[in-house]
């Protein structure tokens, strides 16, 4: 799908109540300058009050007033105009917050199915459960209802929204269909106005007013009330705890502790967060009215482009997409966030120009590791745990444990939807159902397909054929039912029982992705730590076999099906910045001598490991080997930061301790070991440096390459806030702090005022601690892309013959435009080198980086390429 105004560089930024539209403008100008011609920003819409990231959404329809104005915008939209830069917006079509700002969902509590919004969000009203009949769950109480009703924390108050449920901080609605409990208890005469007002309040909630006309009504008639007398009856109905446990019974939600929500559920959540409800976007009115909003933002040209937030949660991608499209425009840029698995490609049948570029990242990571070194620190793993299982058995175990643990409300819901449906009876075994559903659910290797029409595609019956064999290696004990499972996916002549294959199909795929994404990214990537750096979104420590064939077929595949995807090599969901990862890709290259390392560390640092399992210390010496501080200083905020890391990845790991149920004494004892290695300056700290000295010595160049592949291969080079220096920090919310624009700035000033002065290269090299190397190759890569914008979307990608296995070179060749990139692999590089041209290349070049001139006669010397800096862009144009 070919949009007219894809991005030539876009720069990804986190707006929140620290980093304004105000804050925004003071960087435009740098941006413009670095070279980029886009900003992509996070949600900007409102959101739950003190969000830092903006994914929980509570009103579609209205810029965060934490983060600005439309006012503000349309300034912004005129500077971006003069500076010919447009605006890439990141958009939340899966979810929203359950919260009480939310005042679609506060509607919904309040006046239940007489709302508009009944159907704005994904709840089943008929779940068999009575506690839930009717209701949505509402899982947010610390302990039992019952027992915070004892404990004086519910209540009713009076608040300016009228009569609310307190617990604590929140506030929900009292719901219409409890108004006649609390009039049970007005038996005195001085109380018919509070009877009155009830009364009124219940006529109007039934005339299924919209939520505008309802709000003001119910202001209106608030307003007139006694205030003292209302707070009365309040304090009256809380002096009855059986009254109020009965007030609560008649709720049009279900308020109980949160950990209910692990079993028994009737709302689709985000993942496993209780805190997102996700809506009916398959709904046409849920789709036109969540988007007005953006789309007017579209009109008045103050967003150019979209990306579409976990686009794997809807219920039919293909079809919202089609809408989207049809709402925005072929103009509009689109991308989409979509983790494809080695070798997957994003569905032909989807109007996107690509994805928000996570493959990527694990082409580009694979290329610049070293495979037999890679599969040597394997082997030291296995040896240092041989209790650890391979690496697919712990994939298959911890999603396994999601869905049993975490999510086994979705997980009973699914198996009473296929009843439902009719697509099993009673003559079917409902726990072998069960079992059948959680391993194909298990064994899936993907996130998701997307079943929408019947015959499904090749792709996806050679899935499903991999899924089902894998399942039956399992279990064979429900064969009839994972057979039963399997013909679901056959096509059916009966038009509505291929209609309830299909609705059961692409339920199942809304949580296939989930737990896939909550087994492997957030439990196995903290697991299982062979080789840390390829723990990553988008990435795998499975995949085998890579190389630079691999790396270039995969790149021309992308330049022919997606070439504008976004190249990202850091996202705010990336487990590490994108040169911590160089660095732990740069221990495949000395893996003997890291085994010797990591051997003398544990026996220094055995007096302080306590009750810290030897997974745990390996994780955190590959963690300080990534996020060790660039001047080698170990100060109080980097301890704390690689503290706060560890407590999230053991929580995340769910081994030791947990988010549900954290073992502080677990978690202390690691935060102790680290507080203790990272102080111990002439023993542990000494010798991370020196290893250090050696890691960063191939580091650095391989970062170098990392940057320039991003920005020359086929897609749309995507730089993360601040990544333009080096960026070595941990998963969010660590790389989310905030980024220092004012020296970036003169980083790249002083690189502009130098460049052209003797001097030059090794001063950048004498810099080469504060990243000028990188800020360098950024700033002259992003502006030569600009140049040659459409050269670079649109040319033809070649592999180019090397004489060795320790260069990589591509060229980007349009009509009689070339571009060659030539990059050394990991190691040494071999300055003996040569990059062999095709028949009809031209002979003379100009090294974009060092201005120097470069005589071809069919080869490029790699030594003459670099001599002077240690990557190379090189064109025609002379």
């Not at 779940?127 to 924390?153: N, R, W, Y």
Request: contains cysteine; hydrophobic residues 40%; negative net charge.
């Amino acid at each position: 799908m070919k949009s007219n105004n894809p991005p030539s560089a876009t720069y990804r930024l986190q707006l929140h109540a620290g980093f304004t539209f105000e804050a925004l403008k003071e960087i435009l100008d740098y941006l413009h300058l670095l070279g980029i011609s886009t900003v992509y920003a996070s949600p900007i819409f409102t959101s739950t009050p003190g969000s830092m990231h903006g994914y929980d959404v509570t009103e579609p329809h209205q810029i965060n007033p934490a983060i600005g104005t439309i006012g503000q915008l349309r300034e912004i939209k005129k500077i971006l105009q003069r500076r010919g830069m447009s605006w890439l917006q990141d958009i939340v079509p899966n979810h929203m917050a359950f919260h009480p700002s939310n005042t679609r969902l506060y509607d919904v509590m309040e006046r239940g199915p007489l709302s508009p919004y009944s159907e704005y969000f994904d709840i089943d009203w008929q779940h068999p459960a009575p506690e839930l009949s009717g209701k949505v769950m509402a899982p947010f109480l610390g302990k039992a209802l019952e027992t915070c009703i004892a404990d004086d924390e519910i209540k009713l108050v009076l608040t300016d929204k009228g009569y609310a449920i307190s617990y604590f901080e929140q506030e929900y609605p009292l719901s219409a269909s409890a108004y006649d409990v609390v009039q049970s208890a007005l038996m005195d005469s001085d109380t018919m106005p509070v009877n009155a007002l009830l009364d009124a309040l219940y006529q109007q909630a039934m005339s299924g007013a919209a939520l505008n006309d309802w709000q003001h009504a119910k202001h209106q008639l608030y307003a007139k009330a006694n205030r003292a007398l209302l707070e009365g009856v309040a304090a009256r109905v809380n002096d009855d705890r059986e009254l109020l446990k009965t007030l609560m019974q008649q709720q049009y939600y279900h308020l109980c502790n949160w950990q209910e929500a692990d079993k028994q559920i009737n709302y689709r959540r985000f993942f496993t967060v209780n805190e997102l409800i996700t809506l009916r976007m398959e709904s046409p009115a849920v789709f036109d009215e969540y988007h007005t909003f953006l789309h007017s933002l579209y009109r008045e040209e103050l967003i150019q482009g979209l990306r579409i937030d976990h686009i794997d949660g809807l219920r039919d991608p293909a079809a919202y997409i089609e809408r989207l499209r049809m709402l925005f425009g072929s103009n509009c840029y689109i991308v989409a966030e979509k983790i494809l698995e080695h070798e997957e490609t994003l569905p032909s049948d989807w109007a996107l120009q690509g994805t928000s570029g996570y493959e990527f990242l694990s082409i580009t990571n694979h290329l610049l590791t070293n495979p037999s070194g890679e599969q040597q620190l394997q082997s030291f793993y296995h040896e240092l745990l041989p209790d650890v299982a391979g690496y697919n058995d712990v994939v298959y175990e911890k999603k396994r444990l999601i869905l049993e643990r975490y999510m086994g409300g979705e997980w009973e819901n699914l198996v009473r939807y296929c009843y439902t449906l009719k697509l099993a009876d009673a003559r079917t075994n409902r726990e072998h159902l069960k079992e059948a559903i959680a391993l194909f659910i298990a064994c899936l290797p993907i996130y998701r397909l997307y079943p929408s029409q019947w015959p499904l595609d090749d792709y996806a019956q050679e899935i499903i054929r991999e899924t089902f064999v894998k399942m039956r290696s399992v279990n064979r004990v429900a064969e009839s039912e994972i057979a039963l499972l399997e013909s679901l996916w056959e096509d059916i002549h009966d038009a509505d029982k291929a209609r309830n294959r299909l609705l059961f199909l692409q339920r199942l795929m809304q949580f296939t992705g989930p737990v896939t994404a909550k087994g492997v990214e957030d439990t196995t990537f903290y697991v299982y730590n062979a080789l840390l750096s390829h723990n990553e979104v988008g990435d795998s420590p499975a995949i085998e076999g890579f190389s630079v064939n691999t790396f270039h077929q995969r790149l021309i595949a992308r330049q022919q099906h997606t070439a504008s995807s976004l190249n990202a090599t850091s996202t705010h969901d990336t487990k590490r910045g994108e040169d911590g990862r160089i660095r732990l890709n740069m221990l495949s290259l000395m893996p003997d001598d890291w085994r010797i390392q990591v051997e003398q560390w544990r026996e220094l640092n055995r007096p302080y490991v306590n009750t810290l399992t030897h997974a745990d210390e390996y994780f955190i010496y590959q963690s300080i080997i990534a996020g060790f501080p660039a001047n080698g200083i170990v100060t109080p905020e980097y301890i704390e930061r690689l503290q706060q890391y560890f407590i999230k990845a053991v929580r995340e790991a769910k081994v030791n301790t947990s988010w549900a149920s954290p073992e502080e004494t677990y978690e202390n004892n690691g935060v102790s070991f680290i507080q203790q290695i990272l102080t111990d300056e002439a023993g542990f700290v000494k010798k991370v440096r020196s290893l250090l000295d050696r890691v960063n010595q191939y580091a650095f160049i391989s970062s170098l390459a990392q940057v320039l592949i991003k920005i020359t291969a086929p897609g749309i080079p995507d730089i993360y806030q601040g990544c333009e220096l080096w960026d070595y920090s941990y998963v969010d919310p660590d790389n989310r702090r905030p980024i220092d624009y004012t020296l970036r700035k003169q980083c790249l000033e002083t690189i502009i005022a130098k460049e052209k002065a003797p001097g030059f290269f090794p001063y950048l090299a004498e810099h080469r601690q504060e990243g000028l190397e990188k800020l360098f190759v950024t700033w002259k890569a992003l502006n030569f892309r600009r140049e040659h914008a459409d050269l670079l979307l649109e040319a033809d990608y070649i592999p180019l013959q090397c004489s060795s296995a320790k260069v990589a070179a591509y060229a980007r060749v349009q009509k009689q435009q070339w571009v060659i990139v030539i990059i050394p692999l990991p190691g040494e590089p071999d300055m003996t080198a040569s990059v062999l041209l095709p028949t009809g290349a031209p002979a003379a070049w100009r090294n974009i980086f060092t201005d120097e001139m470069l005589d071809s006669k069919g080869q490029i010397l790699v030594a003459d390429v670099f001599k002077t800096f240690p990557v190379g862009l090189l064109t025609n144009e002379i």
